[in-house]
C-alpha cells in the first residue's frame, strides 16, 4: 500500500506522529508530501528522524501557517497537480492529511482529483485553539467546510472526538501512541531536597505559559521547588519567575534525561490532541498534573497517577500536596506506565490505521479500556 501524507505543520508533535505511522506499517511506502516550519526545525533536520527504508518525500513550496488567500491558492493548486500526477502513476492508495490547513486544502485537492480514500486527522482541534468566541467560531465553520467536501475524521483522543462530535461532525479516533523502548531510560542519582517540576514543548500560547508562569511564581520563596520548561518558543518572555529553568531545544536523549530526574509532569495547555510529551513522561513513571482539557484528560486516572486541574490555585494545591506526600509518586509513576503501555502503545494503535486506509473499520474499532485487574 501507499500512503501519501499531506503536512503543512512538518514539525513537532505532527512530525512525531507521521514517524510513527511510518515506524507502525514498515512494509508499506509513505511519501510526505511536506511545507517547513524554519523557525521551529528545518525540514532537512526533520527528515533525519525517519525510516529511510519505506519513506520518501516531496516539498510543498508553497504551504505556510497564516492564512493568505493568493499563497493558499497557490498551495491548493500545487498540491491539486501532486495528487493528479501520482493517481496518474498508481502511487496513491490513500491519502492521510495531518493538521487543519492541511485538512481543508487536502480535501479541496482530494476532491478536485478524485481521490475518495481520504483520511483527515486534527491532531488537536482548531475551533478549540481561538483567542475569542468569533475566530472560534470561523475555525468550526471551515471544518464543517471540509468535511463536506469528504473523507473521513480520525481523531487522535477520545476527548478530541467528543469536541467533533459536539458540532455535529461525525468521526472516529484511534489514540495517539508512542514506542514502548522509551521506557528503557537509566534512574538518575536525583536531590531529594529539590522537588523537580517538569513540561516538555514548544513555548506558545497552546500550553499557557502564562499559567505555568503564575504556578511557579508561588513557589519563588521556596529553595525546594524547581521548574523546567524543556523547549523554546515565541512566547518564551512570559517565563518571569526566578525558579524557571528554560533550557532551549534539546536532543530526544537529553529531554528524556530531565524528564527521568523530574518528581512530575505538569502540563498547564488550553487544548492538546493528545500530547506526545505527556505520553513520554507516562511511559518514564511520571505522576501527572495536567490542565483539564481536550487530550489531558483521557491520560489521567484521578488519584492513580495523578489529577486535573482547572486554574491556578487548584494546581498550587495540588502540588503541594504531592510534596508533602513523596513518599506516593513512586506507585503513581508505576501506575502512569501501566496506563501507557495498555492504551497508548505506538504499535498497536497506530496498526489501526491501516485498517482505517483500507476501509476495513470494524478492525480499527478503538475502544481503549484500564483497570485494576
Excluded at 97 to 126: E, Q
Excluded at 253 to 258: D, F, G, I, N, S
Aim: charged residues 25%; neutral net charge.
Amino acid at each position: 500500500m501507499i500512503v501519501l501524507h499531506v503536512v503543512e505543520p512538518f514539525a513537532a508533535g505532527i512530525a512525531v506522529f507521521v514517524k510513527s505511522l511510518t515506524e507502525a506499517m514498515p512494509n508499506d511506502t509513505h511519501i510526505i508530501f511536506h511545507g517547513e516550519r524554519r523557525q521551529v526545525m528545518t525540514a532537512a533536520e526533520v527528515k533525519k528522524i525517519f525510516p529511510q527504508k519505506n519513506v520518501r518525500f516531496i516539498r510543498w513550496q508553497s504551504a505556510q501557517r497564516s492564512i493568505n488567500p493568493l499563497r493558499d491558492f497557490r498551495a491548493l493548486n500545487e498540491l491539486y497537480k501532486t495528487l493528479r500526477r501520482l493517481k496518474k502513476k498508481g502511487l496513491v492508495d490513500a491519502v492521510h492529511l495531518h493538521s487543519s490547513k492541511s485538512g481543508l486544502l487536502g480535501r479541496m485537492a482530494c476532491r478536485l482529483a478524485g481521490i475518495d480514500n481520504v483520511i483527515y486527522t486534527p491532531n488537536g482541534a482548531p475551533f478549540l485553539s481561538g483567542g475569542n468566541f468569533l475566530s472560534n467560531y470561523l475555525y468550526e465553520q471551515l471544518e464543517k467546510i471540509g468535511n463536506g467536501l469528504g473523507g473521513k475524521v480520525v481523531c487522535c483522543s477520545e476527548s478530541e472526538l467528543e469536541e467533533y462530535e459536539k458540532i455535529g461532525i461525525s468521526a472516529s479516533y484511534v489514540n495517539n501512541g508512542i514506542s514502548m523502548k522509551s521506557i528503557k531510560a537509566p534512574q538518575p542519582k536525583r536531590n531529594k531536597d529539590v522537588f523537580r517540576i517538569i513540561t516538555s514543548g514548544r513555548i506558545v500560547d497552546q500550553k499557557n505559559p502564562a499559567l505555568f508562569n503564575e504556578v511557579a511564581k508561588y513557589f519563588e520563596e521556596f529553595d525546594q521547588f524547581e521548574f523546567i520548561w524543556a523547549g523554546d518558543g515565541p512566547d518564551r518572555h512570559l517565563l518571569t519567575a526566578s525558579n524557571i529553568e528554560v533550557t532551549g531545544w534539546l536532543t530526544e536523549a537529553q529531554v528524556k534525561e530531565l524528564m527521568v530526574g523530574s518528581d512530575l509532569y505538569l502540563s498547564t495547555s488550553s487544548y492538546e490532541g493528545l500530547s506526545f510529551a505527556v505520553l513520554e513522561a507516562l511511559a518514564l513513571r511520571k505522576p501527572m498534573l495536567l490542565s483539564d482539557c481536550v487530550g489531558n484528560k483521557d491520560v489521567i486516572k484521578s488519584g492513580l497517577n495523578g489529577d486535573l486541574f482547572t486554574n491556578e490555585h487548584e494546581a498550587i494545591v495540588k502540588l503541594l500536596n504531592y510534596y508533602n506526600n513523596r513518599e506516593m509518586l513512586h506507585v503513581m509513576g508505576e501506575f502512569s506506565q501501566e496506563i501507557c503501555k495498555t492504551e497508548f502503545d505506538m504499535q498497536r494503535n497506530f496498526r489501526s490505521y491501516r485498517h482505517i486506509y483500507t476501509n476495513d473499520f470494524a478492525s480499527a474499532a478503538n475502544k481503549p479500556a484500564w483497570s485494576l485487574n
